[in-house]
């Protein structure tokens, strides 16, 4: 079998997905106990942010990766084979706003225009034109929850997985975009020269 | 100061020129030594003739000074395509003719696609499946053998493969286009489930998620029945017709998809393990002549000359 080079995302999705290269064989001790280090090439593993995996695996620097089906969205225009959705990290976009009266309706209602803060900003633009309704994207790096509580913004769109944060902060979700699991994807040249490998470990994966 | 330049386009200085012409230039030798006459076509189009064509929609338009619509080709098949049926109208097919030039697409600019481009390509317009598809895989790899070029593989697919199979099924219209819209997105996933959102009997949507995953030898040809058969045969008989240093480059993938619209029957790219996107690619475009007026059955590739560049340098690394 050909060796695979796999991109696995640190975070969330990391131990769940380390639990799933075990169940391929894979020897993951090192990985698991050795936070630092990034590359592992004795089991072809490399450790990145989630949203680096769509990057590493376009290019062919690794040929299989795993990442939420979030960052997919958000990067849509990267060129890679979409193969399995694994199922765990499972999680959902939203549009949320502070509890009570709905604050982005009448912001669209009387000025046309509402003002949302996000991380997600080709997600959240789709969405809003794909619905019919004129959005300002404000794109923020750090905690999205401060925005509409200080006026920044009307609403949200975020990932959450309980809720938990958002209600501390006093928001209450108003629509859902869509739910987003970890997805397996793969290299289009890795997935056609290294056929039989991958196809091998999809197997693997599928079985229960 | 700065004078910048156009983003996706960029500069070449002699180093790099002098790599990319031996390139060229053994390419050319190819192509001249099999007949194939090189030509040039305007990089500007009329945008009605570049739509006819139904190729990638032109990313750069300018008005004329009769207020007419001009666009920068987005390859150079449709051209071709338009040449052939304006300078050639009468002239006895098989048609052989080979291009080195500069196409413009709206990409996000990376290395080895800008949006300015040089292609190597053949058209090969009058010799139908399967003998003129077998002469384009040959040239082909003829070609990159003669770049010096060492890992590289042939991925052969046939276009009208999935589309025959989802008719053949009984898929409804509106059904076919998000099923095509998946696969055309290599995404498995939502091709899973939208299957799983069809009336369709198990083994038939487990046949229509199998089938485009399939890839490998020789062998994966011999598996499938009914309306998949008949395209796999097309496949076989071009194989049969290949010398063995060419049939021993070629991989089979029946979820081949090519993202111009135009191709009709075998499809092909080339991969190479140093890259991580296809070199070049092309196939059979049945219809597209006849679009232009002169019905003919046509066949051509082309190769990204930055991307096998690109491709001969890491393989050089790797030796």
């Known amino acids: 079998m050909t060796a695979l080079t796999i991109a696995v995302p640190r975070g969330a999705l990391m131990r769940e997905t380390l639990d799933l290269l075990d169940k391929l064989g894979l020897d993951t001790a090192e990985v698991r106990s050795n936070d630092r280090k990034l590359l592992f090439a004795d089991v072809g593993v490399v450790t990145m942010r989630p949203s680096d995996v769509p990057t590493y695996v376009e290019a062919g620097a690794a040929d299989v990766g795993i990442t939420g089906k979030d960052v997919l969205t958000e990067q849509a225009e990267r060129h890679v084979y979409e193969l399995l959705d694994l199922g765990y990290g499972s999680c959902r976009m939203v549009l949320a706003t502070v509890d009570g009266p709905d604050p982005s309706a009448e912001a669209l209602r009387r000025l046309g225009v509402m003002r949302v803060a996000t991380?997600?900003?080709?997600?959240?633009?789709?969405?809003?034109?794909?619905?019919?309704?004129?959005?300002?994207?404000?794109?923020?790096?750090?905690?999205?929850e401060l925005a509409p509580l200080t006026g920044l913004v009307e609403a949200i769109v975020d990932l959450t997985a309980t809720g938990t944060t958002l209600r501390e902060n006093n928001l209450v979700i108003r629509e859902e975009l869509f739910t987003s699991t970890a997805r397996l994807i793969a290299n289009p040249v890795s997935h056609k020269l290294k056929a039989a490998a991958i196809d091998a470990m999809l197997e693997k994966l599928r079985a229960p | 100061m700065i004078h910048r330049i156009p983003s996706g386009t960029r500069d070449v200085l002699p180093d790099e020129l002098r790599e990319l012409r031996a390139i060229t230039e053994a390419v050319r030798g190819v192509f001249d030594r099999d007949g194939y006459g090189e030509v040039w076509t305007p990089a500007l189009e009329y945008?009605?003739?570049?739509?006819?064509?139904?190729?990638m929609p032109p990313a750069y338009r300018v008005f004329d000074d009769h207020g007419e619509v001009l666009a920068l080709r987005t390859d150079m098949t449709v051209p071709i395509a338009r040449l052939v049926a304006t300078r050639f109208r009468t002239a006895e097919p098989p048609l052989r003719l080979c291009y080195f030039a500069h196409a413009y697409r709206g990409v996000r600019p990376h290395r080895?696609?800008?949006?300015e481009f040089l292609q190597a390509g053949i058209e090969l317009v009058g010799a139908p499946a399967p003998d003129g598809t077998a002469e384009a895989l040959t040239v082909l790899c003829h070609a990159l053998d003669a770049t010096g070029l060492r890992a590289y593989r042939i991925g052969l697919g046939d276009a009208s493969l999935y589309p025959r199979l989802l008719r053949s099924l009984n898929v409804g219209d509106e059904d076919r286009e998000r099923l095509l819209a998946a696969l055309a997105a290599r995404d498995f996933v939502a091709l899973e489930s939208e299957l799983h959102g069809l009336e369709l009997a198990y083994e038939d949507a487990a046949l229509l998620l199998r089938v485009p995953q399939v890839r490998g030898g020789r062998e994966v040809l011999d598996g499938p029945e009914g309306p998949v058969a008949e395209a796999v045969a097309g496949l076989r008989r071009v194989h049969d017709l290949?010398?063995?240093?060419?049939?021993?480059?070629?991989?089979?993938?029946?979820?081949?998809?090519?993202?111009?619209g135009y191709y009709t029957g075998a499809v092909f790219e080339v991969y190479d393990p140093a890259l991580g996107e296809p070199i070049g690619g092309g196939g059979r475009y049945d219809e597209l002549l006849g679009r232009f007026g002169r019905p003919l059955p046509a066949v051509g590739f082309a190769l990204g000359i930055d991307r096998l560049h690109i491709a001969l340098a890491g393989e050089e690394r790797e030796r």
């Open chain 1, 119 to 144: 991380k997600y900003h080709k997600t959240a633009a789709a969405y809003f034109e794909r619905t019919g309704r004129q959005a300002e994207i404000v794109e923020v790096k750090g905690s999205v």
């Open chain 2, 47 to 55: 945008e009605a003739v570049l739509a006819r064509g139904g190729g």
């Open chain 2, 112 to 115: 080895g696609q800008m949006r």
């Open chain 2, 242 to 260: 290949l010398a063995p240093e060419v049939a021993d480059r070629v991989i089979f993938d029946l979820g081949l998809v090519r993202d111009l």
